[in-house]
């Protein structure tokens, strides 16, 4: 069985961990701490905070900047369920707007009709990998007239006078927008590191600081990096030096640190990140490109422009002209080749928690049909060519079986 992503795991990675085992420091450390610094000059932003997971990092942006009950956050209807969940944790109401049928993106017309007085905070998701349009998102929040109806509740709030674009950026580390790296294109952005990502530290994410120059990053990281420690004026590391174990609590924080054993992990991948990782999922999306390209009913998905580039995190091959019925059949004939295949996502008013606070499908046309029509193929840096060429055969025999 071809696996659908399996994580890329070098004897270096194996190394890296095992010193870090080692050292005496397998909790928030030195490590996570040169993480942060390489992540920071990778996406050239002033600061990074290495967290457990993006969901948290997303869920302590929102409590940073004030947000809860009363509060309304756009979201992409298409997209995983973390990002409308933070939403609901803090209590404020994720209003979801509909997708582009290109590249299945948010819609910014969308997001304009959804803006209200109650609007804090919109969270672009960059689908596959694939950048939003953020230049127009950019614009849109600090247009006069959107400003003008904007409510301020915190101070953070105050301080940026506008609605505040928090990039889910979990799928798009390594992308590029208008020749910038993703996690430098808004206000703040959010990435994925869990083990399905490009680069992975098996659970784990990071949050990028690209604030107007008001605001101050290193104060920012400070706050929320004691919000991620339960709320402690001092990290492990810091409560090491002599005379310093004595610490308060500021807040009533979280626990979502990332561990050195994570951050191990990470350096090692982001060490050959474009050179290995970008340059082999690029070739995996020119060899699917080429081969469906002969077929008619195959929809390739939208990866470059220029303006844009992708981070080759999912090939999203859309059929053409079938039901949600007809793709799980072809779905489940796939893996009968032995062919592992996903979909992502489900939009979200498909899912009973947000069924049952009156979320409907059917006010998302766009997104249902992209959904009902894609297959997502496997993309990771070990897929063989032969590999490649079983995955292609077995969606076309599929394919063919059912059309």
Known sequence: MIPFSPPHISQEHIDEVVDTLKSGWITTGPKTKLFEKKLAEYCNVSKVLAVNSAT????????????GEGDEVIIPAYTYVA?????????????MVDTNSDDININIKAIKKAITDKTKVIIPVDIAGYPVDYDEINDLVKRKDIKKIFKANS??????????????????????????KSGSLTDISVFSFHAVK????????????NLPDNFNPEEIYKYLNMYSLHGQSKDALAKTQIGNWRY?????GYKGNMTDIQAALGLVSLKYYDNENLKRRKEIFKFYDEKFSTYDWAESPLYKSNRKESSYHLYLLRIKNINETTRDQIIDDIFKSEVSVNVHFQP????????NRGYKIDDFPVSFDNYSRLITLPVYQDLSDNDLKKIVEAVVKSVKKFI
Do not use: C
């Open 155 to 180: 101070n953070n709030q105050k301080k940026l006078e506008r609605i505040l674009i928090l990039s889910d950026a979990a799928h798009s580390f390594g992308a590029n927008y208008q020749g910038k």
């Open 83 to 95: 990002t409308a969940n933070v939403v609901v944790h803090t209590g404020a109401t994720p209003v």
């Open 198 to 209: 490009n680069l992975t530290t098996a659970e784990g994410g990071a949050i990028t600081l």
């Open 56 to 67: 948290f990092g997303l869920e302590l942006i929102l409590r940073w900047f004030g947000i």
């Open 248 to 252: 308060d609590v500021l807040e009533a």
């Open 348 to 355: 979200l008013p498909m899912l009973t928690v947000y069924k």
